[in-house]
């Protein structure tokens, strides 16, 4: 690419001069659409070109302005390259202008400057070879000619030494990623070279895309063959909706695995007698062998549903399941309804969320320094942002502990306890 400019750069040298010369042009290239124009002044003596009488004149002659001295300068097509036709050879100093209005005035921007006429270069040689210079005006005037013109090949074989390595892709994609996690998208083919179909959760369900023994698999047939799930009897739906609305309402008539037909007490007719909905009613008389447990239980049942007890040290033993759960060392007698229970915590996780709310309030606030209302004692007010609702106030005080004055020059914060 630099030998590619070198020789357009040349080329301009060698045949761009003189070919605006002999148009009476001055040519020079600006930004595209853009409207420009010209004045030129003789270098002899400092006189202005006006366009309008055709003479050189000083400056302000007859009150006349740089609107007065702008030749205007047209674009060939969208090229940015302009044109001002300028039939003066006198030695000059060309001044562009850019053009705000309809026609040039003296408020428009000046926009660089040249000599006039261009300057020319006779190139002899280039590298101390005379017939690089031929060479380059014969490209310049007929193109190439392989039979006459050397080229000399670009090396093309050394390893290029600045190609984007693949950890730097690698760590871009990571930076890129975490920059924007909402809008950097990947299309995830596989995972470990195996095709996901993860595609297939959000389309139609396909029996040959959930592999058997998947989590999927296992979640919907109880020996994880899909092929085997049948939606109309085995989805979530189809069970809620053998359940009638209310489940005291549940009438089982069939009870395999659910009760062994040759316990004693379910053949008994007086339990048979007082049962519910078809269930038999027990009275349990010990857990595990342990008479204390049922007694236990069922003082805890009583509690749960008619709030009958006052304690609960008696009926839940030290360091159970219930105790571990409701006192932190496991000693029920620590439990206290008034801060323990759930609806307590709640209520004290509430307060400490309005606590938090103020903080944040606190940490946005904007600041104004209060020295008016005491001149002796200023302050430092907190309002809430954007808005007049004062948060805080607090005392500035001095490095040595005093309040801040307006002549002290050397201060320090210290702040009052809210």
């Excluded at 005035?105 to 020319?120: H, L, M, S």
């Excluded at 805080?392 to 914060?413: H, P, R």
Aim: charged share 20%; with cysteine.
């Amino acid at each position: 690419m630099k030998t590619i400019k070198i020789l357009l750069v040349l080329i301009v040298l060698l045949t761009g001069a003189s070919i605006c010369q002999a148009a009476n042009e001055i040519v020079f290239g600006r930004d595209s659409g853009d409207d420009y124009f010209a004045i030129a002044i003789r270098k002899a003596d400092f006189y202005v070109w006006y366009p309008t009488g055709t003479a050189w004149e000083a400056w302000g002659t007859g009150s006349r302005d740089l609107s007065d001295y702008g030749m205007a300068a047209s674009e060939q097509g969208d090229s940015g390259i302009y044109t001002v036709t300028f039939t003066q050879t006198n030695a000059s100093i060309v001044r562009i202008y850019s053009q705000a209005g309809g026609s040039p005035a003296v408020t428009d921007i000046y926009d660089g400057a040249f000599d006039w006429p261009y300057n020319q270069v006779d190139l002899i040689q280039i590298g101390t070879v005379s017939q690089s210079v031929t060479d380059l005006k014969d490209f310049a005037d007929t193109g190439y000619d392989p039979a006459t013109h050397s080229v000399v090949l670009v090396n093309t074989t050394t390893a290029n030494t600045d190609l984007v390595t693949a950890a730097a892709v690698v760590n871009e994609w990571e930076t890129q990623s975490q920059a924007d996690p909402n809008g950097f998208q990947v299309n995830v083919i596989t995972v470990n070279s195996v095709a996901t179909n993860l595609n297939e959760l959000m389309d139609a369900a396909d029996t040959d895309k959930v592999v058997t023994d998947s989590v999927i698999g296992k979640v919907a047939s109880t020996d994880g063959d899909w092929s085997k799930f049948v939606k109309t009897t085995d989805a979530l739906q189809s069970n809620r909706d053998k359940l009638p609305a209310n489940l005291e309402d549940l009438s089982i008539t069939d009870t395999t695995g659910i009760v062994k037909s040759n316990v004693t007490w379910w053949r008994d007719s007086s339990v048979l007698a007082n049962a519910i909905n078809g269930m038999p009613l027990v009275d349990i008389g010990a857990i595990n062998g342990i008479v204390s447990h049922a007694t236990n239980l069922e003082a805890i049942t009583t509690y749960l549903m008619a709030n009958a007890l006052t304690t609960l040290g008696d009926e839940i033993a030290d360091n159970s399941i219930l105790a571990k759960l409701m006192a932190a060392d496991g000693d029920i007698s620590d439990y206290n309804p008034a801060t323990d229970a759930q609806e307590s915590i709640i209520n004290s996780l509430a307060t400490v969320g309005g606590y938090i709310d103020d903080i944040l309030k606190l940490s946005e606030a904007d600041t104004k320094i209060d020295k008016t209302t005491d001149p002796d004692a200023w302050r430092i007010i907190f309002y809430e942002k954007g808005t007049a609702n004062v948060l805080m106030t607090k005392l500035i005080k001095s490095v040595d502990g005093t309040a801040v004055k307006s002549e002290y020059t050397v201060i320090g914060q210290q702040v009052e306890a809210p």
